[in-house]
């Protein structure tokens, strides 16, 4: 059984570019979540989404936008992009919204590099 | 807010020797989850283990193992006959009961040394 993917697994881009990263869920998981990770950092959280509907969102600029598709795929796309994007952006997918009684799995991430 | 802390920033341990991760957390909720993520060089994020704050029972996992201080907001990790495969960076991270978002703090980096 396949885990939860994430594509492209690095790419780099140049400032004020757009960037969209995708995430596929284990099947069957309803719930996607996205976290941005700084080097030296632990990851941020930036969304969530739950049956296709955003349940959660950090404390990050409105460059930062998100979406789930109808098969619980998930896009994170960010606008205009500047040097401090360079992170590594992870995605987890879980059964639920709520992490309380299902275990999140986390994608190996995309690594971006903003130039 | 929730605020994570770990102050360790790296530490290494002996092949087959026992090594303990610390962990401080700020909340003012009363019922909220605990656990500990391992990111090996594979990027990839693994649970290690999780504690329920309702439980005063520490939680085990064959070489890993909690010691929860609810009052004191204290959160460590025992690594128990440290192995090669240990290495990696270890993340102690927070949800609320009703929340949707880890909370991670920033990280110890752990060598297991042969």
């Known amino acids: 059984d396949a885990g939860v993917t994430q594509s492209p697994t690095h790419l780099i881009k140049t400032r004020g570019q757009q960037v969209t990263l995708r995430c596929s869920p284990i099947?069957?998981?309803?719930?996607v979540s996205w976290y941005q990770q700084v080097l030296g950092q632990g990851p941020q959280f930036i969304f969530q989404?739950?049956?296709?509907?955003?349940?959660g969102r950090g404390n990050f600029p409105d460059r930062f936008s998100a979406r789930q598709f109808p098969n619980y795929s998930s896009e994170l796309n960010v606008n205009a992009l500047l040097l401090g994007d360079s992170a590594l952006y992870l995605c987890?997918?879980?059964?639920?919204?709520?992490?309380?009684?299902?275990?999140?799995?986390f994608g190996q991430g995309t690594r971006l590099t903003v130039v | 807010a929730q605020t994570v802390t770990q102050s360790q920033p790296e530490m290494s341990v002996q092949e087959a020797e026992t090594v303990t991760l610390s962990c401080t957390y700020d909340?003012?909720?009363?019922?909220?989850?605990l656990f500990w993520y391992k990111q090996p060089p594979s990027r990839q994020m693994i649970l290690v283990i999780r504690?329920?704050?309702?439980?005063?029972q520490n939680a085990t996992e064959n070489r890993f193992s909690v010691n929860f201080q609810k009052a004191a907001k204290s959160f460590s990790l025992k690594i128990s006959d440290s192995q090669l495969g240990d290495t990696a960076m270890y993340f102690c991270?927070?949800?609320?009961?009703?929340?949707?978002?880890?909370?991670f703090g920033t990280g110890t980096s752990l060598t297991v040394i042969p």
């Open positions: 987890a997918s879980s059964l639920e919204g709520g992490l309380m009684n299902t275990e999140a799995f």
């Open positions: 099947s069957g998981h309803k719930s």
């Open positions: 989404y739950y049956e296709k509907e955003e349940r």
């Open positions: 909340t003012s909720e009363n019922n909220y989850y």
């Open positions: 504690q329920e704050a309702y439980k005063q």
């Open positions: 991270a927070f949800i609320s009961w009703t929340g949707n978002q880890f909370y």
